[in-house]
């Protein structure tokens, strides 16, 4: 880990190199439509700059991916992890019958540039950049598509452009304050904050309720996809298990599916761990037993003391 990259994520301002992450563009009059009817969250209300977080989930609910859609003035982009870039361009593709939808797969070509940390707004602004004030608002500056969206929880910006054009923002960025990061120091600020990332805290084995991401459904949209599943869930009112942080009392972080017990029985499996160095012990998340989900519930790793953090709960989209 670039140590230096770290301190600046949590303390000033960092950039960071995410060119992998998918980048799915669609044109056509019947886009709306198509994504409205194939997400949990409701695009036929977006406007050109605006944008929402949402899944895609198969017919039994569970969670094929998630996405940034942001709404363009004649077309969506959607952003996503560089896991699941391809299969939900095929899975759109899949449902495209007589629409008027054209997907284009744009990762091999644009580049992610993520800006965060508490004066990312700052450095934005001395290069010249707009800065979107909405969560997931989305503006265009010279080459570049601005969104205001983090991946670690601190304050930040995605940043799409040319490949070609990376090289030349990266100066600028550097000119203006912001200091490299790597990946593994954005994984460890993440994990600090109980960000979850699809493809190891959300899979397909999960219920969007599980997540506790809730800010990705909206209630009132109408028919979608896996859409009966969410409302079965949520008129009987329970799961039985949840999505929370762990801090763990020890330096070595166990292995995704390591179990968690309270009084020797089952609590809690975790989904990522990291070591913090910042709070000198192993921070995670990990999907825990309703009746042992309240912040504070102590558990354990064998003989490792751990104990439930709180998560930042969203309110539903709608």
């Known amino acids: ?10 303390e000033q301002a960092a950039w960071g190199d995410f060119n992998g992450r998918g980048k799915i563009k669609l044109t056509g009059k019947d886009r709306a439509r198509l994504l409205h009817a194939m997400t949990t969250n409701h695009i036929r209300q977006l406007t050109p700059g605006s944008g929402v977080y949402a ?6 609910g569970r969670i094929l991916g998630d996405a940034n859609i ?17 299969k939900l361009y095929q899975h759109l593709k899949k449902f495209i019958i007589a629409d008027d939808v054209t997907p284009e797969d744009l990762t091999p070509t644009l580049s992610t540039i ?17 800065v979107p004030e909405a969560d997931l608002a989305i503006a265009l500056w010279e080459t570049c598509s601005v969104a205001r969206a983090s991946l670690t929880g ?3 910006f995605l940043l799409f452009l040319p490949i070609e ?45 599980e997540t ?47 179990k ?16 913090s160095p910042a709070l000198d012990k192993v921070v995670g998340l990990g999907y825990v037993r309703v009746e042992f989900a309240k912040p504070g519930t102590r558990l354990a790793w064998d003989s490792v003391p751990a104990e439930v953090q709180t998560m930042e709960i969203h309110a539903p989209a709608g």
């Open 1 to 10: 880990m670039n140590s230096t990259g770290y301190k600046a994520l949590r």
């Open 55 to 60: 899944f895609f989930l198969n017919v039994q």
């Open 70 to 86: 942001f709404c363009m003035p004649d077309y969506f982009l959607l952003d996503t992890e560089p896991e699941t870039a391809e």
């Open 114 to 130: 993520a800006v965060e940390g508490p004066k990312s707004r700052e450095v934005l602004l001395s290069v010249g950049a707009p």
């Open 154 to 156: 601190e304050p930040g």
């Open 165 to 209: 054009a990376k090289s030349d923002l990266i100066q600028r960025l550097e000119s203006a304050g912001a200091v490299a990061a790597d990946a593994e120091a954005f994984r460890i600020v993440r994990l600090e904050h109980g960000k979850p990332r699809y493809g190891h805290d959300i899979t397909e084995r999960n219920l969007a309720q």
């Open 212 to 258: 506790q991401q809730m800010q990705a459904v909206h209630f009132q949209k109408g028919c979608y996809l896996g859409q009966e599943i969410v409302e079965r869930v949520r008129s009987r009112g329970h799961v039985n298990r949840v999505l929370m942080p762990l801090h763990l009392e020890t330096t070595e972080p166990p292995q995704p599916g390591t």
């Open 260 to 275: 968690l017990t309270v009084d020797n029985q089952p609590a809690a499996e975790i989904s990522s761990s990291v070591y």
